[in-house]
């Protein structure tokens, strides 16, 4: 089965999610066709997790990169909360595109999520989709340099992550992550583990401020003095915030792919402006 790293030094790609039902799906298309100009290695799709299958537009966002023939799609599915019919139900819409590649997750725990799935952890739906499509689909996993929020220790995460890993998957990406010590912290850790599938490292550039306490209580990242610093100085003003925030951006990834990693997976959060910017600096490197 395809694996993410394969025939390439290093893996780019793009996240993007879907827009709401009640809105036009023009500026999605907008999104990806831009993304799609620079060549990503893939796109991955979010999927908002314990919503109706109806109301996720992540198999339409997915078919336009698929359709678009020059770059291929990731969809992310979550588990939490449901049945496996459902699951069943988005694994064969998916298959039926020609899907062939999911970031298989959990999701996070939701008050308002009261159905009570079939699946406790991402390692149950990667098992279920692995049996149950055999080779049809290639299984991504998420993972997280700071330790995932709800688990007593980083060891005990890896040893949960260890678990993913052997239900099935052939490539992980991680959270976002501010500080690359962090990351390589992790990587080592992860390698003495024996896990041995290749980590894309997840970068979001900061470009405005509206962004930052979001982003922070999600990943449990820390935010290293070089990073408040530009926040506290260009914060204010959306066009420095841009500058500033795409430059951190390149210079921890120019870092990064100096350190033999296996790729960067980018949070777009749908502004191809962020992604044009790195890309141009970056794009010379990906083969070294
Ligand atoms: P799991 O791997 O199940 O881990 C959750 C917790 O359970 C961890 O603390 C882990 O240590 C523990 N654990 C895992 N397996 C076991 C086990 N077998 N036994 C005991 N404990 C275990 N959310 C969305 O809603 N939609 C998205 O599209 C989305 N995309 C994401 C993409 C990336 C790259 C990342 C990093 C996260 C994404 N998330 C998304 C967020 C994610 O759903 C949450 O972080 C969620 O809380 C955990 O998901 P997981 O798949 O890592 O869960």
Known sequence: MDNINEGRKHVFSFEVFPPK??????????????LIELEPDFISVTYGAG??????RTVEVCKLIANSGKSKPVAHLTCIGSKKEEIDEILYSLNKIGVKDILALRGDKNPNVTQKGDFEHASDLIYYIKSKMGDKFNVLAACYPAGHNESVSQKQDIINLKKKVDAGVSGLITQMFFDNEEFYRFRDLVEVSGIE????AGIMPITNTRQIEKVISL?????????TRLIAKYGRN????????TSFATSQIVELLSSDINGIHLYTMNNPAVAKRIHSVVKGLLKF
């Open 219 to 227: 990943s449990g990242a820390s935010m290293p003095a070089r990073l």
């Open 197 to 200: 599938v290749p980590i894309e």
């Open 238 to 245: 959306d066009d420095a915030m841009f500058d500033a925030g």
């Open 51 to 56: 919503g109706s299958i109806k109301d996720n």
């Open 21 to 34: 039902q009640s809105t036009s799906f023009e500026k999605i298309k907008e999104v990806t066709d831009s």
